[in-house]
Nanobody
Framework: QVQLVESGGGLVQPGGSLRLSCAASGSISSILAMGWYRQAPGKERELVARITRGGTTIYANSVKDRSTISKDNALNRAYLQMNSLKPEDTAVYYC??????????WGQGTQVTVSS
């Protein structure tokens, strides 16, 4: 199994930046890709960004020009850098690990609030 722990969330003013991190442990070699998802109150969980083992990335259109997903294989971590934050970015952000099965692994989530 895989365990995921997110950190780096908090309160940020509109136009500000933050970097989220996700620490993975357990069966690290089984991970095919890692991603960041977010869920706002009353809305479905949605993909923000994803990075494969080989380094291929995808982004949601809403964050594509102002976000960067990256990974550090030595530290078993994935990161999400977000710039020019907007109030609509407010959500709980979850780290995800794809191991090729129907059900992926999820972290506990970290709250991001964009407000003045």
């Amino acid at each position: 199994q895989v365990q995921l722990v997110e950190s780096g969330g908090g309160l940020v003013q509109p136009g500000g930046s933050l970097r989220l991190s996700c620490a993975a442990s357990g069966s690290i070699s089984s991970i095919l890709a890692m991603g960041w998802y977010r869920q706002a109150p009353g809305k479905e969980r949605e993909l923000v960004a994803r990075i494969t083992r080989g380094g291929t990335t995808i982004y949601a259109n809403s964050v594509k020009d102002r976000s960067t997903i990256s990974k550090d294989n030595a530290l078993n971590r994935a990161y999400l850098q977000m710039n020019s934050l907007k109030p609509e970015d407010t959500a709980v952000y979850y780290c995800n690990a794809d191991v090729g099965l129907a059900t992926p692994y999820w972290g506990q989530g970290t709250q991001v609030t964009v407000s003045s």
